[in-house]
């Protein structure tokens, strides 16, 4: 299970009748939620034989990160490890192979991407998942209007969106510079 992308004193402060099992659901589902909006794990990992075949003619290889950190290895064709000089490696997760270096097989890479727990970006994503997550513990169905006999209230205001959705559009224009661009 991935780890969660805030941690449970955040809402303790902020929801303090929230239980220690709410607010864990709501930052598993609003941490997860927050990963699969981004296309990545966006915390620091190591990830080992990652493969796919490159594009742009076999020169182009696309990682699925915004913040490659290294490169450990990598394989070309299943062919042994291609020498670093042999390729260019860029922060926002692409590996251009050089230009007398073109494959149509696949490449195998070992990476580490991501951000540090202390970095200013956790800071920034931590915010975001923790205010989904508050808004789950709140109202964890994401009801927006209830009516029991007489009485009717609304719960949500603003514009009407996905009501299965954890992230708000705010939220989601929060976290647009860590989302991978579709290719």
């Known amino acids: 299970m991935a780890a969660l992308l805030a941690d449970t004193s955040t809402l303790a402060t902020v929801l303090p009748d929230a239980t220690e099992e709410e607010a864990r659901a709501a930052l598993?589902?609003?941490s997860g939620a927050v990963r699969a909006y981004c296309g990545w794990n966006l915390l620091r990992e190591t990830v080992t034989g990652w493969s796919e075949?490159?594009?742009?003619?076999?020169?182009?290889?696309?990682?699925?990160?915004?913040?490659l950190v290294s490169v450990e290895a990598?394989?070309?064709?299943?062919?042994?490890?291609?020498?670093?000089?042999?390729?260019?490696?860029?922060?926002?997760?692409?590996?251009?192979?050089?230009?007398?270096?073109?494959?149509?097989?696949s490449v195998t890479v070992d990476y580490t991407h991501g951000y540090d727990?202390?970095?200013?970006?956790?800071?920034?994503?931590r915010g975001v998942v923790s205010g989904a997550a508050m808004r789950?513990?709140?109202n964890p169905t994401g009801r927006r209007h209830q009516q029991i006999g007489g009485e009717a209230w609304t719960l949500a205001t603003g514009?009407?969106?996905d009501p299965n959705a954890t992230l708000s559009s705010g939220e989601k224009a929060e976290l647009d510079r860590y989302v991978i661009p579709r290719l």
Not at 87 to 94: A, I, L
Not at 117 to 125: C, G, Y
């Open 159 to 161: 514009p009407m969106e």
């Open 53 to 67: 075949i490159p594009v742009n003619y076999g020169t182009t290889l696309y990682l699925p990160t915004m913040w």
């Open 136 to 138: 789950l513990v709140d």
């Open 28 to 30: 598993r589902r609003a």
């Open 117 to 125: 727990l202390d970095s200013p970006q956790m800071d920034h994503i």
């Open 74 to 105: 990598l394989t070309v064709d299943g062919l042994g490890l291609l020498d670093p000089s042999g390729y260019t490696v860029k922060r926002e997760g692409r590996i251009i192979l050089a230009p007398s270096f073109r494959t149509f097989g």
